[in-house]
Structure formats: structure tokens, C-alpha cells
């Protein structure tokens, strides 16, 4: 009887863990002898890291390359930090090392731009000067003579071309654009050949004599007026622009596409423009591959300059 009354007391803190789960002990008869579960296979073990060979060098391009101190390339990447300690902290060593090291940036500029002067002096490829001068009287001269062989090139254009012009009635750019093209058939000699896209002439009385439109502005895509194109007969026609230009813009937009149309030499149009000298270095003039070594380099650039100053 003591037996009986042990066994629940045994049992109590068994029955409800079984109960709580069905697949307890208690409801898993039918299992026999084998209901353990089996074990889970053990998870592998992680491979070691293969060592590296004692003799073998570690490669180049796996060490990051530390700037030489105080070099341009140390001032792009640590000067800024230096700065913003003296600003977050500004005791009068964080000031004084930051205001030092940018005294040392300012002289290395100093002594590149002195550098840079003696070097353009001596080399008439980078002195601007060659090309174009910056004194006034200088300028003065090389615009005057400029001005002259571009009207020179531009009466003889205007003796075998002329402006073609499309306008509205109710256009006020028509109607500001016109006094410039009569300006210009009286210092060159273009005639103009103006059109009505609405049939009605401009109010200021301007090119009187005018066409109707007939389908041609539509033929040479004008979407806004005034247009202006430059014509050669019997069937050369050459956009300008379609818009309100300038007399300045009109002589360079009219050199330019008597050039593209090879009515004018490439050098009579250089002669027009105020500068001296082209010397500009077309890279392609370049070999494919450019030389590592930097005498070799600006052999090779020297060589790409003396050949367009030879042109």
C-alpha cells in the first residue's frame, strides 16, 4: 500500500511534460524499444586557412601605396583632416600645425606657378601669347587685322552667295533682324531674299519687295522665325540660324559655312579669326600607345606640336 501511494509521488513531475507533449514517452508505445530519435550528424569541422609560404613575397599590389609626406598627393588626402581638428578643436597647437602645413601647401603652389611661368616663356607651344596677345594695343592690333581679312573674305563670298530670309508679319525678332541684314548687303554686298511665311509685309517697311511662302520654309524645316540661310546657286543652301543674331554673329556663322561647304580655304578662315597662330594639339596625332617614360612622353608631344605649326 506505502508502494502504491510512492508511485504517484514518483510520477508528478513526469505526467506533465508527457502530457504537455503527445509524442511523450507515454504515447509513443508503438515504437518499442527504438523510439530514441536519432542523433543529428555532427557539423563539419571549418577548413584551416592554407598558410602562407614563408619564402614567398607578399605581391606589390596588395600593400596600399603610402603618399610620401608633404607630397600633393599627402596634401589632397590629410590636409583636410588637419583643418577639421583645428576647427572641432582649436587649441593653439591643432591651429598652429594645421595654418604650418598649409604655409608648406601655399609655397610647393608658389614654386609650381613660378616653375610653370619659366617653363611657358621658353616654349612658344604653351605661351598663349604666341596665339593671341593679352596686351591691349596688342589685342587692338590683332582684331583690326583680323576684322579686315574677315571683310575681304566675306565680299568675296557675298559675289557668289546670299541670305535667304523668313519672317512674319507679327514678328518682333523679324522686324529687329531686318536693319542688321540690310547693314550687311551694304558693308558686303549679300543680297537678301526675303519671304513672308504669312504673306504680309514687315510693319517697319523693311525688304518691301518680298516672296510669299510656297512651301519652301516647310522644305528646309524652319520652325521659328526669323531663319536665315546662306544660298549659292543654282543649289546650294546652308542653314545659319533660326533666331535673332547679331551682326558679329552673322560674319562668324557665315565664315563657318562657307567654310563647311568649301567655298573658303580652311586657312583663309583662320586668317579671319584674331589670332596669330593655331598651334592647337590634336591628340590623335598621337601612337596608339603612349610611352611610360616621361621623356619619351614629352618627346613624342613636342613632336605632335612642331608637325601643326609645320601646317
Given at each position: 500500500?506505502?508502494?502504491?501511494?510512492?508511485?504517484?509521488?514518483?510520477?508528478?513531475?513526469?505526467?506533465?511534460?508527457?502530457?504537455?507533449?503527445?509524442?511523450?514517452?507515454?504515447?509513443?508505445?508503438?515504437?518499442?524499444?527504438?523510439?530514441?530519435?536519432?542523433?543529428?550528424?555532427?557539423?563539419?569541422?571549418?577548413?584551416?586557412?592554407?598558410?602562407?609560404?614563408?619564402?614567398?613575397?607578399?605581391?606589390?599590389?596588395?600593400?596600399?601605396?603610402?603618399?610620401?609626406?608633404?607630397?600633393?598627393?599627402?596634401?589632397?588626402?590629410?590636409?583636410?583632416?588637419?583643418?577639421?581638428?583645428?576647427?572641432?578643436?582649436?587649441?593653439?597647437?591643432?591651429?598652429?600645425?594645421?595654418?604650418?602645413?598649409?604655409?608648406?601647401?601655399?609655397?610647393?603652389?608658389?614654386?609650381?606657378?613660378?616653375?610653370?611661368?619659366?617653363v611657358v616663356q621658353r616654349d612658344p607651344f604653351l605661351d598663349e601669347i604666341t596665339q593671341r596677345p593679352t596686351a591691349t594695343f596688342a589685342a587692338n592690333l590683332v582684331n583690326r587685322a583680323a576684322g579686315e581679312r574677315r571683310d575681304q573674305v566675306l565680299r568675296a563670298t557675298a559675289r557668289?552667295?546670299?541670305?535667304?530670309?523668313?519672317?512674319?508679319?507679327?514678328?518682333?525678332?523679324?522686324?529687329?533682324?531686318?536693319?542688321?541684314?540690310?547693314?550687311?548687303?551694304?558693308?558686303?554686298?549679300?543680297?537678301?531674299?526675303?519671304?513672308?511665311?504669312d504673306g504680309a509685309p514687315l510693319a517697319g517697311g523693311d525688304f518691301p519687295q518680298f516672296r510669299h511662302d510656297s512651301g519652301q520654309a516647310e522644305a528646309l524645316g524652319v520652325v521659328s522665325t526669323p531663319a536665315l540661310f546662306l544660298v549659292r546657286p543654282p543649289s546650294a543652301i546652308l542653314?545659319?540660324?533660326?533666331?535673332?543674331?547679331?551682326?558679329?554673329?552673322?560674319?562668324?556663322?557665315?565664315?563657318?559655312?562657307?567654310?563647311?561647304?568649301?567655298?573658303?580655304?580652311?586657312?583663309?578662315?583662320?586668317?579671319?579669326?584674331?589670332?596669330?597662330?593655331?598651334?592647337?594639339?590634336?591628340?590623335?596625332?598621337?601612337?596608339?600607345?603612349?610611352?611610360?617614360?616621361?621623356?619619351?612622353?614629352?618627346?613624342?608631344?613636342?613632336?605632335?606640336?612642331?608637325?601643326?605649326?609645320?601646317?
Amino acid at each position: 500500500m506505502r508502494a502504491l501511494l510512492v508511485l504517484p509521488a514518483l510520477l508528478l513531475p513526469v505526467l506533465p511534460n508527457a502530457l504537455a507533449d503527445p509524442a511523450g514517452f507515454y504515447f509513443r508505445g508503438a515504437e518499442g524499444w527504438f523510439w530514441y530519435a536519432p542523433e543529428p550528424a555532427p557539423l563539419p569541422e571549418p577548413k584551416p586557412e592554407p598558410a602562407a609560404s614563408p619564402g614567398k613575397p607578399i605581391s606589390a599590389a596588395a600593400v596600399p601605396h603610402v603618399p610620401r609626406p608633404l607630397s600633393a598627393r599627402w596634401f589632397r588626402e590629410q590636409l583636410g583632416a588637419y583643418r577639421d581638428a583645428a576647427i572641432d578643436d582649436p587649441t593653439p597647437q591643432n591651429v598652429a600645425l594645421y595654418l604650418y602645413l598649409q604655409r608648406v601647401a601655399l609655397d610647393k603652389s608658389s614654386r609650381f606657378a613660378a616653375a610653370t611661368q619659366r617653363v611657358v616663356q621658353r616654349d612658344p607651344f604653351l605661351d598663349e601669347i604666341t596665339q593671341r596677345p593679352t596686351a591691349t594695343f596688342a589685342a587692338n592690333l590683332v582684331n583690326r587685322a583680323a576684322g579686315e581679312r574677315r571683310d575681304q573674305v566675306l565680299r568675296a563670298t557675298a559675289r557668289e552667295a546670299g541670305v535667304l530670309f523668313f519672317f512674319r508679319s507679327d514678328c518682333p525678332y523679324c522686324e529687329a533682324e531686318a536693319p542688321l541684314l540690310r547693314m550687311l548687303g551694304a558693308r558686303y554686298g549679300f543680297p537678301v531674299l526675303p519671304v513672308s511665311l504669312d504673306g504680309a509685309p514687315l510693319a517697319g517697311g523693311d525688304f518691301p519687295q518680298f516672296r510669299h511662302d510656297s512651301g519652301q520654309a516647310e522644305a528646309l524645316g524652319v520652325v521659328s522665325t526669323p531663319a536665315l540661310f546662306l544660298v549659292r546657286p543654282p543649289s546650294a543652301i546652308l542653314p545659319l540660324g533660326q533666331g535673332l543674331l547679331s551682326l558679329a554673329q552673322l560674319q562668324e556663322r557665315l565664315l563657318l559655312a562657307a567654310a563647311d561647304a568649301g567655298w573658303i580655304s580652311e586657312d583663309a578662315l583662320r586668317e579671319a579669326r584674331p589670332v596669330t597662330a593655331d598651334l592647337t594639339l590634336d591628340p590623335r596625332g598621337l601612337p596608339a600607345v603612349l610611352p611610360d617614360d616621361p621623356a619619351a612622353l614629352l618627346a613624342a608631344l613636342k613632336t605632335l606640336a612642331r608637325a601643326r605649326a609645320a601646317h
